[in-house]
């Protein structure tokens, strides 16, 4: 797993002008579960609307029941909030997790924002514990921006 070497692609998929957002995202959640071994659910949630939750909207791995988070719930709900990146080493240790799978022992959330405004996030899932470093928050941070960028 090259963070640096999938950086190209993510940029290829996004650049796709004939495909869908929708479409774009769910091809780089399926080429990050793909790619980063420890990246067992890969998703991007967005704002729904006016409503103070959160609509998901991509993803890859297992389907999931909470298609839509309430802000403040779980740990998508509190980046909803907080506008800050949040890395969980062992879901176990934290009260206000909202279980999708038995198997998630780690959860990591990079708010995406366009224009300055938190507007989603891309969630991972891991069977790992503790998989998460800071260039995983980076590289995360990367494909947000680039995300934002067909979003605008």
């Not at 067992?40 to 993803?59: P, S, T």
């Not at 719930?73 to 038995?102: H, R």
């Amino acid at each position: 797993m090259n963070f640096e070497a999938l950086k190209p692609e993510i940029i290829n998929i996004l650049s796709e002008k004939e495909l869908s957002v929708d479409h774009r995202l769910n091809e780089v959640c399926a080429l990050l579960k793909k790619e980063i071994t420890y990246y067992n659910w890969v998703g991007f949630y967005f704002k729904n609307g006016d409503k103070k939750e959160l609509k998901l909207r991509a993803f890859a791995g297992e389907p999931t029941d909470h298609t839509i988070i309430p802000f403040g719930k779980g740990i998508c709900g509190q980046v909803a909030e907080s506008n800050q990146n949040f890395s969980v080493p062992d879901v176990k240790a934290q009260d206000n997790y909202i279980a999708c799978s038995i198997n998630v022992k780690a959860e990591i959330v990079i708010p995406l924002f366009v224009n300055g405004e938190n507007i989603g996030q891309i969630d991972i899932d891991s069977h790992t514990i503790d998989p998460f470093t800071k260039k995983d928050e980076d590289f995360l941070e990367f494909v947000n921006a680039e995300v934002a960028k067909i979003l605008n």
